[in-house]
């Protein structure tokens, strides 16, 4: 912490240094020194704007996290321009994403080139938008346009697979960390069962039983089923350190004070402990959303996920294992994208689990 000379403020004194008397002989006044803590308070960044709730000043924090929002903003324009993949196809690109077209031609640099070789090579990135600018694949269908209808799936298996396992998550590790007991010890050790297979192989267990048995109406491999599957092998992961936390807060004051004025545990849950556990939930979504993402394209690359013709990254980057070395941009496209989201919303999840850290060592500082 910096020190000042009393007699003159402007001139700071060397560390280890004896406090010279203030003008009359006498010691530094309590105000002096005081301000001198403020000053070097506010200097590494502790300073707390008045009144601010926990939710205000993780935002703050997640502010001065400029990676944190670019790599947020990388994300955002990814899925925005999946979600203008209808757009790009009908009004850019003229082709649908399933439009096979190996008997074609395109003209590139003012030269007519055919869409897949006599030998069965698809042409590669042309540039040029409209005329299969990301090159084309095996039979002949555009690879931008599949880019992005692929993303279109793969973002929505990932978002129904994050609030699936969101829900199912919250409402275990409420009911067992509330309840304990019986409850709490069936609940767990159900976790526990589906917690001890690796991730992969119970996916791809659960997608080929809903593929030749089916669930209700999850029948097949859809994109639905797909989500169904992915977002159930992940509810262990989160639903413990719910629970966990949900142990901690069930013997708090405030969930004494509750249950005294004769609310029932439905009241508590919901009202009490919840909100208290919030932060943990909105620090896993983008956490769960990323490894869905991830998933979903390994399932689809074995065979158990998305299934041709719907495109999605997974099914992409599979079928474009059989055009290397010809034609490598048909996998190397696709995986780019893939990792891309993936990264952002990791780097975009540490930095919101950051914000929502009340030790974490961030300026706040005055807007």
């Given at each position: 912490?910096?020190?000042?000379?009393?007699?003159?403020?402007?001139r700071?004194?060397?560390?280890?240094?004896?406090?010279?008397?203030?003008?009359?002989?006498?010691?530094?006044?309590?105000?002096?020194?005081?301000?001198?803590?403020?000053?070097?308070?506010?200097?590494v960044?502790?300073?707390?704007?008045?009144?601010?709730?926990?939710?205000?000043?993780?935002?703050?924090?997640?502010?001065?996290?400029?990676?944190?929002?670019?790599?947020?903003?990388?994300?955002?324009?990814?899925?925005?321009?999946?979600?203008?993949a209808?757009?790009?196809s009908?009004?850019?690109a003229?082709?649908?994403?399933?439009?096979?077209?190996?008997?074609?031609?395109?003209?590139?640099?003012?030269?007519?080139?055919?869409?897949?070789?006599?030998?069965?090579?698809?042409?590669?990135?042309?540039?040029?938008?409209?005329?299969?600018?990301?090159?084309a694949?095996?039979?002949?269908?555009?690879?931008?346009?599949?880019?992005?209808?692929?993303?279109?799936?793969?973002?929505?298996?990932?978002?129904?697979?994050?609030?699936?396992?969101?829900?199912?998550?919250?409402?275990?590790?409420?009911?067992?960390?509330?309840?304990?007991?019986?409850?709490?010890?069936?609940?767990?050790?159900?976790?526990?069962?589906?917690?001890?297979?690796?991730?992969?192989?119970?996916?791809?267990?659960?997608?080929?039983?809903?593929?030749v048995?089916?669930?209700?109406?999850?029948?097949?491999?859809?994109?639905?089923?797909?989500?169904?599957?992915?977002?159930?092998?992940?509810?262990?992961?989160?639903?413990?350190?719910?629970r966990?936390?949900v142990?901690?807060?069930?013997?708090?004051?405030?969930?004494?004070?509750?249950?005294?004025?004769?609310?029932?545990?439905?009241?508590?849950?919901?009202?009490?402990?919840l909100?208290?556990?919030?932060?943990?939930?909105?620090?896993?979504?983008?956490?769960?959303?990323?490894?869905?993402?991830l998933?979903?394209?390994?399932?689809?690359?074995?065979?158990?996920?998305?299934?041709?013709p719907?495109?999605?990254?997974?099914?992409?980057?599979?079928?474009?294992?059989?055009?290397?070395?010809?034609?490598?941009?048909?996998?190397?496209?696709?995986g780019?994208?893939?990792?891309?989201?993936?990264?952002?919303?990791?780097?975009?999840?540490?930095?919101?689990?950051?914000?929502l850290?009340?030790?974490?060592?961030?300026?706040?500082?005055?807007?």
């Amino acid at each position: 912490m910096a020190t000042f000379d009393p007699n003159n403020p402007g001139r700071a004194l060397s560390p280890g240094a004896a406090l010279p008397p203030a003008a009359g002989g006498l010691p530094p006044s309590p105000e002096f020194l005081l301000a001198d803590v403020t000053e070097a308070t506010s200097e590494v960044g502790d300073e707390l704007p008045p009144g601010a709730g926990p939710y205000e000043l993780a935002w703050r924090r997640l502010k001065r996290n400029r990676v944190a929002l670019a790599f947020g903003g990388l994300f955002i324009l990814i899925v925005v321009m999946c979600l203008l993949a209808p757009l790009y196809s009908q009004y850019v690109a003229h082709i649908g994403p399933d439009t096979q077209n190996i008997t074609g031609t395109v003209k590139v640099g003012g030269k007519v080139e055919n869409i897949v070789s006599l030998i069965g090579i698809p042409i590669g990135p042309t540039w040029e938008l409209g005329h299969y600018f990301l090159g084309a694949d095996a039979t002949g269908r555009d690879v931008s346009v599949r880019l992005l209808y692929g993303g279109r799936n793969s973002l929505e298996i990932g978002a129904v697979a994050t609030l699936i396992t969101t829900l199912l998550a919250m409402i275990c590790g409420l009911l067992a960390g509330y309840f304990r007991g019986l409850t709490d010890g069936i609940i767990s050790r159900t976790l526990d069962i589906i917690w001890a297979y690796p991730v992969l192989l119970l996916g791809i267990t659960l997608s080929t039983v809903l593929e030749v048995r089916g669930l209700g109406p999850f029948h097949g491999t859809t994109l639905l089923s797909t989500a169904l599957v992915v977002g159930f092998v992940y509810v262990p992961y989160v639903a413990k350190p719910i629970r966990a936390q949900v142990l901690a807060l069930r013997d708090r004051e405030f969930v004494d004070a509750a249950r005294q004025q004769g609310l029932g545990p439905l009241r508590i849950m919901a009202g009490e402990i919840l909100p208290n556990v919030a932060s943990t939930i909105v620090v896993f979504v983008p956490l769960i959303l990323a490894n869905a993402i991830l998933s979903e394209a390994a399932l689809t690359y074995l065979g158990a996920g998305v299934q041709p013709p719907s495109p999605s990254w997974g099914t992409m980057i599979s079928d474009g294992i059989s055009t290397i070395p010809a034609s490598f941009s048909n996998v190397l496209v696709p995986g780019i994208m893939l990792v891309l989201a993936v990264l952002s919303v990791n780097v975009f999840g540490d930095g919101l689990r950051d914000a929502l850290d009340p030790r974490a060592k961030i300026r706040l500082g005055k807007e």
